[in-house]
C-alpha cells in the first residue's frame, strides 16, 4: 500500500503540480514564523528546540493521517504535497522563456521561486546560472528526496523530510540572525537529504545522454569537483549537472546577507539559456527515472522479503 501511495502521490504531482490554495507546505512555514517570535533565542540549543519540535509535529500529523485515513491514502496525500518537482520544471522553463525575451525585470521577480539569492544583484547571465543551479539542487530536494522518504516510512517521514528542508530555507542559512539558531535546521537538512543527493547524481549520470551529455562527463566532474562546494548535497548534484550539460557553474553568488565565491564546478563555458532549458528537461527525466527506481526497488524488495518467508515456513515444517 505504501508503493501504492508514493505512485498516486507522484503522478498527482505530475499531472496537477503543488496546491494552488491553502498549501501546507505555506501553512507549515506560516506556523513556523508565529512559534519563531516566542522561541528565538541567539543561541544553537534555542534553535534546535524549535526545529525538533516543528519536526516532530509533521511527523506526528504524518501517523495520525495513517491511523484514520489509511496508508494507501495517507502516504498518497502526503507525497503530493512534498513534492515540488512540477512546479520546479514550469518554473525553470518560465525563466527561460523570460531571459529569451531579455526581460530581466521579470526574471528578478520570478527568482525567488526558485532561490533565495538576490535578484537585484544578478544580470542575465547571473540568473540564468542561479535558476539552472537552483534547478539541478532542487531536482534532490523536492523531488527524489521526498520519493525516497515516503517509500521508505510513509506519510510520518516524507512530512518530517519536508518540515525539514522547509525548516533549512527559512532558518538555515548564516545570516547574522540565524548564524546559531538555524544551525540545527541545516545540519539536519544536510543529515536527511545526504544519500537523496548522492542517488539524483548517479541518475544524472544515467540520464545525461537524454540531453546530449556524457556520463562519463557527468560522473568525472562529480568526483572531481563536488567537494570543493560548501554544501556537502547541493555540490554532489550541481557538479553532476555541469558535467552532464557540459557548462561551468560557480562563482560569485549573492545572497541578502553576505557574497560567497563558489568554486567552479565542471569544464565548460558558463551556462546559456539553452543550457537552462536543457537541465529542466535532464531534472525531469530524473525525476521520473527515481520514480521508476522506487517502485523497482520497492517490488524487489518486496519478492526477496516473500522468498524467505517461504524459505521459513518449509524449514519449519
Known amino acids: 500500500m505504501r508503493l501504492v501511495g508514493v505512485l498516486a502521490g507522484y503522478l498527482a504531482d505530475l499531472v496537477l503540480g503543488d496546491p494552488q490554495r491553502a498549501h501546507p507546505v505555506a501553512g507549515f512555514g506560516a506556523a513556523a514564523s508565529a512559534l519563531e517570535r516566542f522561541s528565538y533565542r541567539d543561541s544553537r540549543v534555542a534553535g534546535a528546540l524549535h526545529s525538533g519540535l516543528l519536526v516532530g509535529a509533521a511527523i506526528l500529523l504524518g501517523a495520525v493521517l495513517q491511523r484514520f485515513t489509511g496508508r494507501l491514502c495517507a502516504v498518497a496525500a502526503a507525497t503530493w504535497m512534498s513534492l515540488g518537482g512540477t512546479s520546479l520544471a514550469r518554473t525553470g522553463l518560465a525563466m ?3 531571459l529569451d525575451r531579455d526581460d530581466v525585470e521579470a ?3 520570478l527568482l525567488p521561486s526558485l532561490c533565495g539569492r538576490d535578484p537585484e544583484q544578478l544580470d542575465a547571465a547571473g540568473l540564468t546560472r542561479a535558476a539552472l543551479e537552483s534547478v539541478a539542487e532542487n531536482t534532490s530536494d523536492a523531488h527524489v528526496a521526498p520519493l ?3 517509500a521508505v516510512g510513509g506519510a510520518p517521514a516524507v512530512l518530517g523530510y ?7 530555507s527559512m532558518i538555515g542559512h548564516r545570516s547574522p540572525r540565524y548564524h546559531r539558531f538555524g544551525w540545527a535546521a541545516a545540519r539536519l537538512d544536510d543529515a536527511v537529504n545526504y544519500a537523496a543527493a548522492r542517488v539524483t547524481a548517479a541518475l544524472v549520470v544515467v540520464c545525461a545522454p537524454v540531453v546530449g551529455g556524457s556520463p562519463s562527463d557527468a560522473l568525472r566532474v562529480w568526483r572531481r569537483d563536488a567537494g570543493r562546494h560548501p554544501s556537502p ?4 548534484v550541481e557538479a553532476a549537472f555541469a558535467g552532464a550539460l557540459g557548462v561551468r557553474l560557480g562563482g560569485p553568488t549573492a545572497y541578502r546577507y553576505e557574497l560567497q565565491i563558489r568554486p567552479a564546478l565542471g569544464d565548460g563555458p558558463a551556462p546559456t539559456v539553452a543550457d537552462l532549458r536543457r537541465a529542466v528537461r535532464l531534472s525531469r527525466v530524473v525525476q521520473a527515472a527515481a520514480g521508476v527506481l522506487v ?6 524488495g518486496r519478492s ?13 515444517v
Not at 305 to 314: I, K, L, N
Request: some cysteine; charged content about 30%.
Open 107 to 109: 526574471a528578478r521577480r
Open 233 to 236: 548535497n547541493a555540490g554532489v
Open 162 to 168: 519536508r518540515a525539514v528542508n522547509t525548516l533549512d
Open 295 to 300: 517502485i523497482g526497488v520497492g517490488r524487489s
Open 304 to 316: 526477496v522479503s516473500r522468498r524467505r518467508s517461504a524459505a521459513h515456513r518449509c524449514r519449519r
Open 148 to 150: 525516497l522518504w515516503a
Open 96 to 98: 527561460s522563456e523570460l
